[in-house]
């Protein structure tokens, strides 16, 4: 009777043995369908979002589109990107978004070069060693949107009155609704350069040195963008009566350093137009030079030829200088007016 009872126990312990990997190739099994699902939802999803932007105007393309990242991601691949509204062309390299299962409010998206956006007068031009950017949503809305560039380099042809090159070894950009802007549909916006090079900041400033810039604003009344064509969205923005508040604008380049605050708006022939504070160190003879030609003597209330002093070391903190005010197309320094400088329309 021992004996026949024997191999009885022994079924009993394999069934035991078996039965967590039978659960555990039926759950490979209902996940693996579950992710065709939910794959199957975003192309349709792609789609129907592909074809409402064509009703609205807006043509994408998103060439050799493939959509994968089994088991815990669903990654959209193009080989190239696109984009066509009236005479605005835009194009990019290859485009992969990712998004965990888990987290499909959250997509980051990796984009290679070179960028080109057209809207046949002006062109820009971009390369970089990497592109990557971050958009977080949540139930109520967007949250926050960062971007981060490994040296990037761009290039604007067509424009008035000379072509504009820029390039930085890193570049981060980050965007989100303000929690102080209240019905004002308040964005805020931070940008950092770091070894920032624009040719057009040597004429002005002097010296080649690379520039470090960071730039702190918040942007009432922008919630209604909708895709529009740029000049549509600015003046929508404009007729709102939104305002560009400067939290800080800071530019450090070599020995010399600028610091501006202040609040800007367009005009109703679409010109910029504000005040902003100013504080610098290492301008003298910048400043000198502008205060000659405004005023034949020193913004800084010193005595004439003060602005042909050495630059100031960096170490020196900056010193309040009278506002830069912007109004009716022309520029004033403090009670000057900046000679053969006018501001032109934006749009």
Known sequence: MADAAAPTKTRHSRFWLY????LLGLVAVAWSFAWLVIRDRVADGLDAWLAAERQAGRQWGCRDRTIGGYPFRIEVTCASLEFQRGEVTASVGRMRSLAQVY??????TDIEGPMRLSDGAITVEGTWRLLETSLRGATSGFQRASLIAEAPSFRVTGAVPTDLAFSSQRLEAHLRPSPTGGQEGAYDAALTALEAKVPAL??????AEPSNVQLDVTATHAQGFRGRLIPDELDRWREAEGRLKVMLLSLAKGP???EAKGELRLDEMHRPAG?????AAGLESLIGAVAGMSAGGNLLGGRPGQGSRTPSAPSAPPASLPPLRLD???L????????NVRLPALY
């Open 256 to 258: 010399r350093r600028v």
């Open 275 to 279: 005040e902003l504070a100013l504080s």
């Open 19 to 22: 039965t967590p990997l039978v």
């Open 202 to 207: 040597d004429a002005l400033l002097g010296g």
């Open 332 to 339: 004033a320094f403090g009670p000057f007016l900046v000679p």
């Open 328 to 330: 009716n197309g022309r």
């Open 103 to 108: 987290q499909p409010r959250h997509v980051i």
